[in-house]
């Protein structure tokens, strides 16, 4: 599923025009941003967590030189599964 597919099965399955569900999923997708920008985490219960964790500074290679670089230090985001999507995807009904 991409992008356009997603906004067409929002607006679908909440009776929206598409135009209203692009509103909402980019309203989604930004607040999500700043929150993780902020180190913030975002929780949806049963849903998941997205949250940033911090990634230390790593030695690498350039694939096509061979030559030695370093991967500099970052925050990453990362996003952890709820109890109910890992159990609908898994087929489990309580």
């Known amino acids: 599923m991409n992008r356009v597919d997603l906004i067409a099965s929002i607006a679908l399955m909440a009776g929206l025009k598409k135009a209203d569900a692009e509103k909402a999923l980019n309203a989604f997708i930004e607040t999500v941003v700043g929150?993780?920008?902020?180190?913030?985490?975002?929780?949806?219960?049963?849903?998941?967590?997205?949250?940033?964790?911090?990634r230390?500074?790593?030695?690498?290679?350039?694939?096509?030189?061979?030559?030695?670089?370093?991967?500099?230090?970052?925050?990453?985001?990362?996003?952890?599964?709820?109890?109910?999507?890992?159990?609908a995807v898994a087929g489990i009904k309580e």
């Open 56 to 87: 230390n500074a790593t030695e690498g290679r350039n694939m096509q030189t061979k030559a030695p670089m370093t991967i500099p230090a970052r925050n990453i985001p990362k996003f952890k599964p709820g109890k109910q999507l890992k159990d």
């Open 35 to 54: 929150e993780l920008s902020r180190g913030e985490e975002v929780r949806l219960v049963g849903f998941g967590t997205f949250k940033t964790t911090y």
